[in-house]
C-alpha cells in the first residue's frame, strides 16, 4: 500500500467519525425543521382566524348600524305623524302604535347586535394574541435550526447548544399559544 492511499484511509476514517458525531445534530434539525413546518402553519390558521372574526365583527357591526338607522327613521316618521295635521288621524294612531311594537323589538335587537359584535372583536383580540405567540415561537425555531446548522459547517458543537436553547423557547412560546384562552 502507497502512502497516500494510507492517507486517503486515514481522512475518510476521520471523515467517518466525524459523520456518526454529527448524526444528533442532523436528527436535531430534521425535528426543528418539522416543528418549524407544524409552527408555521399553526399560526398562519391562527391569522386567518382573527380575520375571519374581524369580518364576522365587520357584518355584525353593519346590521346592528342599520338597524339603528331603521329605528331612527321610523321614530323621525313617528313624531312627524304627530306634529303634522293629518286627514286620517285613525291611520295615522295606528300606524304610530305599529310603528312603537318594531321600536321595542329594534331596540332589542341593538342589544343583542352590540354583544355579538363586541364577542367577535374579543375573540379577534383573542387569536392575534395567539398568533403572536406562533409567530415568535417560529422565528425562535427557525433561528435555531440556522444556528445548528453551523455546527456542521463548523464541527463545534456550542452552535448546536445554542440552536436548542433557542428551539426550546421557540417551542415554549408556540405551546403557551395553545394554551391561552
Given at each position: ?125 383573542l387569536a392575534e394574541h395567539k398568533a403572536d ?49
Amino acid at each position: 500500500m502507497e502512502a497516500n492511499e494510507a492517507q486517503e484511509l486515514q481522512e475518510q476514517a476521520e471523515n467517518a467519525e466525524h459523520a456518526k458525531s454529527l448524526r444528533p445534530v442532523a436528527f436535531t434539525m430534521s425535528l426543528l425543521a418539522v416543528l418549524v413546518a407544524v409552527t408555521t402553519v399553526v399560526g398562519h390558521r391562527t391569522h386567518t382566524e382573527a380575520v375571519l372574526n374581524q369580518a364576522k365583527a365587520s357584518d355584525t357591526w353593519n346590521e346592528y348600524q342599520a338597524k339603528k338607522n331603521r329605528a331612527y327613521d321610523t321614530d323621525l316618521a313617528t313624531k312627524l305623524l304627530d306634529d303634522l295635521t293629518v286627514s286620517d288621524k285613525d291611520a295615522a294612531k295606528k300606524d304610530a302604535k305599529e310603528w312603537a311594537g318594531h321600536q321595542a323589538k329594534w331596540a332589542d335587537d341593538l342589544e343583542k347586535e352590540k354583544k355579538v359584535a363586541e364577542g367577535f372583536e374579543e375573540e379577534v383580540k383573542l387569536a392575534e394574541h395567539k398568533a403572536d405567540y406562533f409567530d415568535f415561537g417560529e422565528a425562535l425555531l427557525e433561528i435555531g435550526l440556522v444556528i445548528s446548522s453551523v455546527t456542521l459547517l463548523t464541527r463545534s458543537r456550542i452552535y448546536w447548544y445554542f440552536g436548542i436553547v433557542a428551539s426550546t423557547i421557540g417551542v415554549a412560546s408556540a405551546v403557551w399559544g395553545f394554551l391561552i384562552k
